[in-house]
């Protein structure tokens, strides 16, 4: 059987996606300004001046995600950063192959959340996609049962107080994936979350793979 990732209409919405980043990101990076890691900016100031950049997993970034997920039969997903949606419905495909679920997002962009919103319904995929528009340490206090993927793809700083709090929610096996660990902020911003997941005291292992500018692929050991 196929898997649906590469059926239509997902596999064409995704092209044209990454398409659509490919041509114009570096465009859309260039006119917010912004030099390095806008450590100095509020989240919600972030979230506009970045409002049509898409910072989305690479291609084959979203494949290891749909292979992760459904390696582990994944069928509660939660993503912290959705942006357009890229990496979402790499996960809803996954999900709905398992078997069904829901993929929880969370987009602070308003303009953002409606385009991804329209990209899951494109792609079929929308009874699947739960997305929350707002601060992720108010959307995500609720979340469904047990957790069992998270993708950490929002702004890197506030990654570690969103992780804690999904920690209660997650299980043996749940798998925690940061993207972009090996981007060039000019800082180290994604130090204090990788210290936590590297710190066996906090019960993960963890292990980072050269896929676009790096994920960190780690397990909660218990």
Same mark, same amino acid.
């Given at each position: 059987m196929a898997s649906t990732l590469h059926t239509e209409p997902v596999s064409v919405v995704l092209q044209r996606m990454l398409t659509a980043e490919e041509e114009h990101d570096p465009q859309a990076f260039a006119a917010t300004g912004i030099e390095g890691f806008p450590a100095h900016l509020s989240a919600e100031r972030r979230a506009e001046l970045f409002k049509d950049v898409y910072m989305s997993v690479s291609s084959d970034g979203g494949q290891l995600l749909y292979l992760l997920a459904r390696a582990t039969g994944a069928r509660t997903v939660v993503e912290y950063g959705t942006s357009f949606g890229v990496s979402t419905i790499h996960l809803a495909a996954a999900v709905r192959d398992n078997g069904g679920g829901i993929v929880?997002?969370?987009?602070?962009?308003? =303009?953002?959340?409606?385009?991804?919103q329209r990209n899951f319904e494109e792609a079929g995929v929308s009874d699947?996609? =739960?997305?929350?528009?707002? =601060?992720?340490?108010?959307?995500?206090?609720?979340?469904?049962?047990?957790? =069992?993927l998270v993708l950490l793809d929002g702004w890197p700083d506030l990654a570690l107080p969103v992780l804690r709090l999904l920690e209660p929610s997650l299980h043996p096996g749940s798998l925690i994936l940061v993207d972009d660990v090996e981007m060039d902020w000019g800082s180290d911003v994604h130090g204090p979350l990788m210290a936590h997941l590297s710190d066996p005291s906090n019960g993960y292992l963890s292990v980072t793979i050269p896929t676009g500018d790096g994920i960190a692929l780690c397990v909660k050991l218990g």
């Open positions: 929880i997002g969370t987009e602070l962009q308003h =303009d953002k959340a409606l385009a991804a699947l996609v =739960d997305l929350r528009v707002g =601060d992720a340490l108010t959307t995500l206090t609720e979340v469904p049962g047990e957790v =069992d």
